[in-house]
């Protein structure tokens, strides 16, 4: 029998790129793989807490979770967690999604307090939040938030802010800019901005305004679905322009979290890089068809 020492091993950067990237094809299996030896943990560990999606809700914790990856941490388990472990490995979490109650601020403090390494961040909150200070130094890249409620009722919104020093994909909830022209400019304040959506904001001259003013712009979405916006495109003065501008994108009925955690989880997939195939689309057939007739659904096009 051969001695342990003279048995045939992988080279260790080889063997740990075949945990790693098993653990990222199933992340079901990274507990399993941790108990195999104690550098196969170490490899692994954080790819476990790489993404983290917490929320209450039945529609995010229960239904439609994708193939292959758990369900979302209930705030209260998340929180126990992080209160009761001298050991959480918050600077492994690079995507965060948060869904909570009002009345249960304490639980995104603690994880935001824990998670300062997040690049790829959903809040999502009933109302008004105290969180401003613990984003603001986050190495953000991607926010999908209410900036009014993020930045608070007293506070004007500012995207000169270091908060969005390297924001590339932004998705703003709710009500945003309505108003002068000169408020919608503010956006091209925003140094690497190249994906844009609103879920429920709507001004046709803003789309405008930011179609000119954002140069690096590559995708602009609107996320509606029924026909209002297409109906106060048609009738604006601007319409045409808007319509025919290959970057703007009017997105159909798709579930925000489910799409968010589908780029989280698989590096891809989600509405930003369906947005892309349409803008590509819309470019090589220029002429031939405008932005409304192309609207994605929560199966492609």
Known sequence: MLDPEDEPRLPAELEQAIFET????????????????????????????QTIVVSDSGADADAKNLEGHRKPFRCRTIYRVIQQSKSFPGDSVR????????????????????????ENLWLST???TTLFH???DLP????????????GVQRQIDFSHRLFAKITHLEVFGGLLSGPEERWKQLAHIPHLTHLSFSHEYSVAGFLTILRTCTLLRVLIVRESSNWICTAIERS??????????????????EPGLDWRRGAW????????????CVALRKRRVGEADALQYVFEEDGF
């Open 266 to 277: 698989h590096g891809g997939g989600d509405y930003w890089v369906h947005a892309e195939e």
């Open 126 to 128: 009933a109302g008004p």
């Open 140 to 151: 953000l890249k991607q926010l999908y938030c209410d900036l009014r409620y993020l930045f």
């Open 22 to 49: 098993t653990a990222h094809i199933r992340p079901l299996s990274i507990p399993t793989l941790m108990l195999i030896a104690w550098r196969v943990k170490k490899w692994v560990e954080p790819l476990l807490y």
């Open 237 to 254: 003065p601007d319409g045409a322009e808007i319509i025919r501008d290959p970057h703007f994108v009017k997105l159909g009925r798709r």
């Open 95 to 118: 995507d965060l999604f948060l869904s909570w109650e009002p009345t249960q601020e304490a639980v995104p403090k603690a994880i935001l307090t824990a998670c300062r390494s997040v």
């Open 134 to 136: 613990l984003v603001e």
